[in-house]
């Protein structure tokens, strides 16, 4: 096993060898004994699954929790929250897409332009015209 076929199984499977399958784990659990750099991918794998368990823990729950959920859902105690459309959503969203729009202008004008006057776009775009078989 090389240090990249480690790194693609110990993403696969986690730093717990038991979870690996059992030819795989003793694989890499040689290629750790000989090889410092992948020790360390080891010890990184372990620390972060130590986080991930820390972060993900359930909280308790209890009987009177489950019976309170339980309740609310049969009586149809939910609210429902909807964004209704109204004259000042419709003026602020006007006035966001004016900014946007001026602002995209002001930045185009801005930037320098690069290349020459015919660039294939503007060519597509408006057509070229010729003096004396040049394009202008």
């Known amino acids: ?17 038991a979870r690996w399958p059992v030819g795989l784990a003793e694989r890499a659990r040689m290629l750790v004994a000989n090889d410092l750099k992948a020790a360390a991918y080891l010890a990184e794998a372990r620390q972060l699954d130590l986080l991930l368990s820390q972060a993900v ?4 729950v209890d009987a009177a929790t489950i019976g309170r959920i339980i309740a609310g859902v049969s009586a149809n105690h939910h609210h429902e929250t909807a964004v209704e459309p109204t004259g000042r959503l419709f003026a602020w969203a006007g006035a966001a897409m004016a900014i946007f729009l001026v602002a995209g202008f002001v930045i ?3 930037l320098p332009s690069i290349g020459d006057d015919n660039d294939s776009l503007g060519v597509l775009m ?4 010729t003096i004396d078989g040049e394009i202008l």
Request: glycine residues 10%; aromatic residues 14%; charged residues 20%.
């Open 1 to 17: 096993m090389n240090r990249e076929e480690f790194e693609t199984a110990l993403a696969a499977y986690g730093a717990d060898f």
């Open 126 to 129: 408006f057509g070229a015209e």
């Open 57 to 60: 823990t359930p909280a308790p």
């Open 108 to 110: 185009g004008l801005a």
